[in-house]
């Protein structure tokens, strides 16, 4: 988005600044904004604010569960459709596997055509087509997909999510798909760059074949390419992630970063995955990412370490792998040493402030150590990991980290500029961000600044969703 075309659109709100005191002091106007703005105008505020990057976000839990429903019945056109499980007959009375990745009593588990027309009669049973859901059916589909009631938390997300989506994560028109919106999503948001996980292999024809991950790149690539995606104006590189605790990590590592090596605008590798599962201990790949560097460059590292309760290693070693980023380093914080060697270092910190509470890492914001990594020379940036299962923005993350954490106008911008600096992006093109970036903030700055009373677009244009409903009282008429 392109904020002068909207400046003239005003005018629905305005707050007044006060002529003395914060005014005063350099950034005052900011101060002073934060401290009279209502929650509705701040956030309002940093939804037409300017932003950088979104460096930590996984393609499929970006998605949006009425993106993923429309795109599901979409498919259709491509051949797909789409059978969910909306009642439990009991068809296995005496057992069954409730652990494996198609738990049998699991609401709203999808599956497509060729898949349900392998059920035995009292299974097919259980599901209906996607097309012909009741109201109520829809809606409990849509929310079996959000972290959106109290008692759901980690177990939900790792456990229940991912399984559910089940033949919906093997369409790659559907991902393909997916890219285009999140780059439409992100620039109305006023980011300039979106660097997601997206995996090229597990996916399917509509009748059950797999399909060449040569072909899945090309139609990811093809898609990237579309007018409508230039035309957002957002620039994208992709990660490939390896589920860090699977018997065969360590052979998943060596194809996806042979992969990536040779495969742009795939820049970065990820480890992802519970690491309270200590099967997917980071020092398990130190030996084979060696081998791997003394044939291949270009593959950059961010890692996912320290999303844990518990103190551990994981971000010193997962630096020791060679990661120049670390995701969500939460219990780094228990870490000293590490946290000396990251100071004003070359390593940052993805902050994934949303996901750290649903998935009750932190109970309260104010056990979050991002303030301390923040303002004791850490670097770090704001992302939004998997939002569309938090129902949630980065507009969001940015509101979440003023209002509990009193962030500077000084910081805001930091935030942003890290999250293009720290970025896998290919220098020039990073240099041209940077650039771009710094000549939107100060726009929007001045125009900020210059006013007596400050304008914003229009106090709905902001979506809000339901995580920002829930938390905070600012979707009250
Ligand atoms: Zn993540």
């Not at 270009?298 to 670390?326: C, F, K, M, Q, Y």
Request: glycine share 6%; aromatic share 10%.
């Amino acid at each position: 988005m392109i904020m002068n075309q909207f400046i003239s659109i005003f005018l629905a709100i305005i707050v007044s600044l006060p002529v003395t005191g914060w005014a005063e002091q350099p950034d005052g106007w900011f101060e002073a904004l934060k401290n009279r703005a209502t929650d509705q105008e701040l956030h309002q505020l940093l939804y037409e604010m300017p932003k950088g990057g979104d460096l930590h976000q996984h393609l499929s839990g970006a998605l949006f569960s009425e993106w993923w429903l429309d795109l599901a019945l979409a498919a259709r056109d491509d051949g797909y459709e789409y059978f969910t499980r909306v009642q439990l007959n009991n068809c296995h009375p005496y057992g069954h596997n409730a652990f494996g990745s198609s738990p049998a009593n699991l609401m709203f588990h999808n599956l497509m055509r060729v898949n349900y027309e392998a059920l035995s009669s009292c299974e097919k049973s259980q599901y209906r087509a996607l097309s012909t859901l009741t109201e109520e059916q829809k809606q409990g589909w849509l929310d079996s997909l959000r972290l959106d009631k109290p008692y759901e938390g980690r177990n939900e997300f790792f456990e229940t999510h991912w399984q559910r989506l089940g033949d919906l994560l093997a369409n790659p028109w559907i991902r393909a798909e997916g890219i285009y919106l999140n780059m439409q999503a992100f620039a109305d948001e006023g980011l300039l760059y979106i660097e997601p996980q997206i995996a090229t292999d597990g996916y399917r024809t509509a009748e059950g074949k797999a399909i060449p991950t040569d072909q899945v790149v090309t139609i990811f690539q093809q898609r990237l390419q579309a007018r409508d995606a230039l035309a957002t104006g957002i620039t994208v590189r992709f990660q490939r992630a390896v589920l860090r605790f699977l018997p065969d990590a360590e052979q998943q590592m060596v194809d996806t970063y042979q992969f990536v090596a040779n495969n742009w605008p795939w820049v970065g590798v990820n480890l992802v995955g519970r690491e309270d599962n200590d099967k997917g201990y980071p020092l398990r790949f130190l030996s084979t990412l060696r081998q791997l560097r003394q044939q291949h460059h270009g593959v950059s590292l961010s890692i996912h370490a320290g999303e844990v309760d518990e103190p551990n290693a994981h971000v010193r070693d997962t630096l020791l792998l060679g990661a120049d980023r670390i995701g969500h380093g939460l219990n780094l914080i228990q870490d000293p040493d590490t946290m000396l060697l990251m100071r004003h270092g070359p390593y940052l910190v993805e902050i994934n402030l949303i996901s750290n509470l649903l998935l009750e890492y932190v109970g309260r914001y104010d056990e979050h150590p991002f303030p301390e990594y923040l303002r004791t020379g850490i670097p770090v940036a704001l992302s939004t990991d998997d939002r569309g299962m938090w129902d949630s923005t980065m507009t969001d993350e940015f509101f979440v980290a003023v209002k509990e954490f009193n962030l500077s106008w000084p910081e805001i911008k930091q935030l942003s500029r890290n999250s293009i600096s720290y970025s896998f992006l290919e220098e020039p093109e990073k240099t041209a961000l940077l650039n771009l970036f710094e000549k939107r903030i100060t726009e929007f700055e001045n125009r900020l600044k210059r006013q007596t009373r400050i304008k914003l677009i229009s106090m709905n244009s902001a979506p809000k969703r339901g995580f920002i409903c829930r938390k905070y009282d600012i979707c009250s008429e």
